[in-house]
C-alpha cells in the first residue's frame, strides 16, 4: 500500500492526543499522591532509575 | 515524603539521580564563586519527584564582569566541567547577548547547565525571591515555585503543564495562592490555571 492511499481521521487523532493528555495528567495525581505518602527512599529510588536509564 | 519547610527554605533527602548530582556540583562551583543564582523551569520538577529526563538545566545568574566569569571558569575546569559551546571570551560574549553558555562534566556534552544572565523583571523577581534548597546536606536555589507554576502553563506544551500540576498538586497547602494567582493573572494563563490546576 502506498503511503497516498493511506486514510487518516485527523479528528480521530485529535482525539486520540487529548484523551492521551487527560491520562497523563490523571497520572500525575497519582505520582503526586504516590510520593506524599512514601518515603523519599522509595519514590527516589525509582525516579533514580528512569532519570538515569534516560540520561545515560 | 518527608520535606521540612522554613522561610524561604526546603530540607529533605532523596537518592540522587544524575540530574540531582550535576545540580548539585555546578551550585557548589557558584557558590563558592559567590555568583548569584536561581535554578528555574523542569529541573523544579524533576527535583522534588516528577519522572522525567531532561538535556539541560536552566538556571539565571546576576550580571557578572568578565573578571568574574574568568575566576569562575577556573574553579569550573578545576571541577571537573567545561563550556560545551564557547570559549571564556565567546562564552561572555553569549551571556551579554541574553543567551546561553552550556556547561558538562568533562568528556560530555549533555545533560548541561544552561546559563544565563538575569534579563526582565521576572528572572531579576527569581533571583531576589529564590528559595534556599538543602538536598542531601548541598545548598541549591531555585526560583519561587508559584512563578514557576504559572510560567510553565504560559509555556503551555504538554510537558509543561504536566510540570506546572506536578509542582501545585505537591505543594499545594504549602504554595501562597495569592501569589500565583498574582502570576496567572501577569501572565494572562486564568484560562489554562482553571482547565488544568484548579480542578
Known amino acids: ?56 | 515524603m518527608e520535606i521540612e519547610f522554613g522561610s524561604n527554605e526546603i530540607k529533605f533527602d532523596k537518592e540522587l539521580n544524575y540530574l540531582d548530582k550535576l545540580a548539585i556540583d555546578f551550585c557548589k562551583i557558584l557558590n563558592k564563586a559567590r555568583i548569584k543564582y536561581v535554578i528555574i523551569s523542569g529541573y523544579e520538577a524533576i527535583l522534588f519527584g516528577r519522572n522525567r529526563a531532561s538535556e539541560d538545566i536552566d538556571m539565571f545568574i546576576e550580571h557578572i564582569s568578565r573578571e568574574k566569569l574568568q575566576e569562575f571558569w577556573a574553579l569550573m575546569q578545576k571541577e571537573g566541567f567545561w563550556c560545551v559551546n564557547a570559549e571564556l571570551d565567546g562564552a561572555f560574549t553569549l551571556l551579554e547577548d541574553f543567551s546561553a553558555p552550556r556547561f558538562a562534566r568533562d568528556k560530555e556534552a549533555y545533560p548541561n547547565m544552561e546559563v544565563k544572565f538575569a534579563k526582565d523583571d521576572l528572572d531579576f523577581y527569581s533571583l531576589g525571591n529564590r528559595i534556599k534548597v538543602m538536598l542531601n546536606g548541598a545548598e541549591i536555589h531555585i526560583g519561587p515555585l508559584e512563578l514557576n507554576i504559572a510560567f510553565k502553563l504560559k509555556l503551555g506544551t504538554d510537558k509543561d503543564i504536566e510540570d506546572a500540576r506536578f509542582l501545585y498538586k505537591l505543594f499545594e497547602e504549602k504554595l501562597s495562592k495569592e501569589k500565583l494567582l498574582s502570576f496567572v493573572g501577569l501572565l494572562k494563563v486564568e484560562d489554562k490555571a482553571r482547565e488544568y490546576i484548579w480542578k
Open chain 1, 1 to 56: 500500500m502506498e503511503i497516498s492511499e493511506l486514510k487518516v481521521d485527523l479528528k480521530e487523532l485529535e482525539e486520540f492526543k487529548k484523551k492521551n493528555f487527560e491520562e497523563r495528567l490523571k497520572f500525575i495525581d497519582f505520582l503526586v499522591d504516590y510520593i506524599k505518602k512514601n518515603p523519599n527512599k522509595v519514590w527516589s529510588r525509582q525516579q533514580k532509575n528512569i532519570v538515569d536509564t534516560k540520561t545515560a
